[in-house]
């Protein structure tokens, strides 16, 4: 039994009771606004840890996976406060939590047959399908949610939003069309260029649009675009995208053709919208490729470039763990609560006041950003996200892992054979578009064109086989997922590095 102070107890039960009326606010996009911008931060990081500690005690009690989980994990905590009682909680992911306990036993009190609940679906490493259950209350949360961003970075205005993510029972392409609505009348189209082409020239362009869906493909719609000859200028067209990481690039190239480009970020094991950029994320994003030492003061030493949303502190309580993004969903109605939850994604959390500091340290004034972006302040945290720290590679919303290749390998007695080693990576082609890259080790180069030809015939249709994403991305856009081969002899290349290595590495950075 669970212990803890008179004082805990009671704010736990202020948070239960403001709860009760968080549809009305968020229904209210001034008055939203006006708590988002104004609430002292002190205050709302004390409600964040309390909302998260009554979504724990509620999980504890009611879920019998978590329990057991708890229990199998020898977790005791004698402290009776509640914030050292919840620090001191072991940490749930896939293999800890997810894949030991049945989706049942994941959910409050044991069951998720109910009205208006909704299966998702996404693929695991070795291509086996994870279910993830939403309930009818929390779906409704997300998607009010999501369309006050949308409020906050489109305005008033109506638009026909074209939503070409995969549709079925992918979670962002679904999630989004009823997301999207707030905004004015959707189209799903998936990711099919004629279909989307088509009913831009049926609507004309006396609509403003808005474009939903992931980053190359929306390039390459707009590729293909100029090559049939349609003129985008007469067209006003927004882009929102997600699924994946987008470069500063990228989003210039697509600027071209759209007035705004924005991201956002979520994740199949936790839920879509958890952060979104804004005009204010995007333009320090941009201030930091300007200014090395600027990304250094803010991201630390690492030399990528983080994605930089901003983020609802309230909704996901967010800690950072040994450079991991530890999530526990605080909001009410969560089916299934993911508790301190690691969804292994690299990153980090800079809360507004000390992004105001290290912005100050180089001279940059963070209200004076705001003032040029011309959007009401948002006094929420930013959230920066590298990407997945395991070992993969993603492109069009399709994981590609070390594992699948090597079945891919194994698969052929003649590759098997020939191939010592690889590493996959996803690189730019000559026109741009971001491709997988599957590079090779022979033992003997003689072998060289029979394997790469192999490995041309083979490579898609296998990793097809193993993933049900990569299969569903590959049917819809084959040109991003076309791999780009090459051939290597024993420890040369890439495969130089392995010979000081114990272990070799698969994914190139």
Not at 217 to 223: E, G, H, M, Q, T
Not at 256 to 268: L, Q
Request: hydrophobic share 35%; charged share 25%; with cysteine.
């Amino acid at each position: 039994m669970i212990r803890i102070k008179l004082i805990d107890r009671f704010l736990v039960l202020l948070i239960k009771i403001i709860d009760k009326v968080q549809d009305k606010i968020i229904k209210n996009y001034a008055v939203f606004t006006l708590i988002v911008s104004k609430a002292p931060q002190k205050v709302g990081a004390e409600a964040c840890w309390y909302r998260a500690i009554k979504e724990f005690l509620i999980t504890y009690k009611n879920v019998p996976a978590y329990r057991d989980f708890l229990k199998k994990s020898d977790w005791k905590c004698e402290a009776r406060d509640a914030k050292r009682i919840f620090e001191s909680l072991p940490l749930t992911d896939k293999s800890n939590y997810i894949l030991p306990y049945s989706t049942e036993d994941r959910c409050l009190n044991g069951k998720f047959f109910d009205r208006g609940v909704v299966i998702d679906e996404s693929s695991g490493s070795t291509g086996i399908p994870y279910n993830w259950v939403r309930s009818q209350e929390e779906r409704d949360i997300v998607k009010k949610l999501i369309g006050v961003y949308l409020r906050y970075c489109y305005g008033n205005g109506n638009f026909i939003i074209l939503n070409t993510f995969s549709m079925g029972a992918w979670a962002t392409g679904f999630n989004m069309a009823l997301a999207a609505q707030s905004l004015g009348v959707v189209k799903s189209t998936g990711p099919d260029v004629d279909k989307i082409l088509r009913t831009l020239e049926f609507f004309s362009s006396k609509y403003p649009y808005i474009l939903n869906g992931y980053p190359p493909f929306l390039k390459y719609l707009f590729d293909e675009g100029d090559k049939r000859g349609f003129n985008w200028n007469d067209y006003n067209i927004h882009v929102l995208v997600g699924g994946e990481g987008m470069s500063e690039g990228l989003r210039d190239y697509l600027l071209r053709y759209a007035k705004t480009v924005y991201s956002g970020y979520g994740a199949s094991d936790l839920e879509i919208g958890i952060g979104g950029e804004n005009p204010l994320t995007v333009m320090i994003r941009k201030l930091c490729l300007k200014d090395p030492g600027l990304k250094n003061t803010l991201f630390g030493e690492d030399h990528r470039m983080p994605m930089l949303f901003q983020y609802n502190p309230l909704d996901h309580f967010i800690e950072i763990i040994q450079k991991e993004i530890v999530v526990t969903i605080s909001k009410p109605w969560t089916l299934s609560p993911r508790i301190r939850y690691n969804i292994k994604d690299e990153g980090g959390m800079i809360t507004f006041d000390k992004m105001k500091e290290k912005l100050k340290l180089h001279n940059i004034d963070l209200l004076e950003l705001e003032r040029e972006c011309q959007y009401p302040r948002w006094y929420l945290p930013f959230l920066f996200i590298y990407g997945r720290k395991d070992s993969t590679v993603s492109v069009m919303g399709a994981n590609i892992y070390p594992e699948d290749v090597e079945s891919v390998i194994y698969s052929d007695l003649m590759l098997a054979q020939n191939i010592n080693s690889f590493s996959i990576s996803l690189e730019e082609d000559a026109k741009g578009n971001p491709r997988p890259c599957f590079e090779f080790e022979l033992l003997d180069i003689q072998q060289k064109k029979l394997v790469e030809k192999k490995l041309s015939d083979s490579m898609s249709s296998g990793l097809s086989k193993l993933s049900l994403d990569y299969k569903k991305a590959f049917e819809e856009y084959p040109q991003a997922l076309e791999p780009i081969i090459r051939i290597f002899e024993l420890n040369e290349g890439p495969f130089k590095e392995n010979q000081g290595r114990i272990k070799r590495r698969y994914v190139k950075k």
